[in-house]
C-alpha cells in the first residue's frame, strides 16, 4: 500500500492504493487519525485500492468514530469493486458515506 | 478433479509481511484449477484472516512463530488447513459475536464464517502442534 495526502481548504483527501493489510494498515491508520486530530475534514480516496482487509477496515472505522467526535465529515470516495465487497461483507456500506 | 489433490503446503513465519506472498500464491494457484474468481477471492479474503488471527491472537506478534498452511482439493471443494505451535486457542473464539455497536475489531472472524462453508478447529489439535483450523468451500460458480 502507498499513499498521497492533499489537503485544501479544511479537506484532506488521502488517496490509498494497493493492498490495506495487516502489514500496511498501521500505516493508513495513523495519516488517517493525524489528519482527524488536524481538525480536518476526510476524504478517503480509494478507487486503487486492490485489497482490503479487516484490519484495514477497522483503520476506516477508526477514523471515521474519531470524526464524528469532533463533529468533522468523513467520507469515501470512488471505491473499488474488492473494496466495496468487504464493506458489504462486514455490513458496513450504508454505515460509511460513500460517495 | 481427483480426490484431495494437494495444492499448497507451506511452511512460513508468522508476520504480516508474509501474507501478501500467501494470497497471491492462493489465488493464482485456485485459479490455476478452475475456481470462479468469487470463491477464489473469498477464500484468499478467509485465509488472510484466519492467518492475522494466529499472528495477532496465538502468537501476539511473536514474529518467530510458525504457521503450516494446506490447501487441498476434493470433489470441487477446496478444504485450507492452518497448523500453529502457539498455546491451545479457544474453539469458542473462532464463533462470530454480535455486534450492537460499531466497532473496529472482531470482523476478521466474521468474514471468516460468512466467506466459508465450514470454519472448524480440530479438536485435540494433531500432537506436537498448538491448533489446527480447518476451512471448507465448494465451488459453486
Known amino acids: ?99 | 478433479m481427483s480426490a484431495n489433490q494437494k495444492i499448497i503446503e507451506q511452511r512460513f513465519n508468522a508476520q504480516p509481511k508474509n501474507l501478501k506472498a500467501i494470497r497471491d500464491t492462493l489465488y493464482n494457484s485456485m485459479k490455476t484449477k478452475g475456481f470462479s474468481e468469487e470463491c477464489t477471492s473469498d477464500v484468499v479474503l478467509a485465509v488472510d484472516e484466519a492467518c492475522q488471527n494466529i499472528i495477532r491472537h496465538a502468537y501476539q506478534f511473536d514474529d518467530s512463530g510458525i504457521i503450516d498452511l494446506g490447501v487441498y482439493l476434493s470433489n470441487n471443494t477446496i478444504s485450507v488447513e492452518l497448523i500453529d505451535f502457539a498455546d491451545p486457542v479457544d474453539p469458542a473464539c473462532c464463533v462470530p459475536k454480535a455486534q450492537k455497536e460499531l466497532k473496529p475489531g472482531g470482523l476478521g472472524t466474521m468474514f471468516m464464517n460468512k466467506l466459508m462453508d465450514s470454519v472448524e478447529y480440530e479438536c485435540p489439535p494433531p500432537k506436537g502442534t498448538g491448533n489446527k483450523l480447518v476451512m471448507k468451500k465448494h465451488n459453486r460458480a
Open chain 1, 1 to 99: 500500500m502507498n499513499y498521497s495526502v492533499t489537503q485544501n481548504g479544511d479537506r484532506t483527501t488521502v488517496f490509498l492504493t494497493g493492498d490495506v493489510d495487516l502489514e500496511r494498515s498501521p500505516e493508513a491508520r495513523k495519516v488517517l487519525l493525524d489528519t482527524v486530530d488536524q481538525g480536518q475534514n476526510l476524504v478517503v480516496d480509494m478507487s486503487e485500492v486492490n485489497y482490503i482487509d479487516s484490519s484495514g477496515v477497522a483503520s476506516l472505522v477508526e477514523a471515521l468514530q474519531a470524526s464524528k467526535k469532533r463533529n468533522l465529515n468523513f467520507s469515501l470516495t470512488d471505491v473499488s469493486e474488492p473494496a466495496l465487497k468487504v464493506f458489504k461483507l462486514a455490513r458496513l456500506e450504508k454505515v460509511f458515506d460513500i460517495r
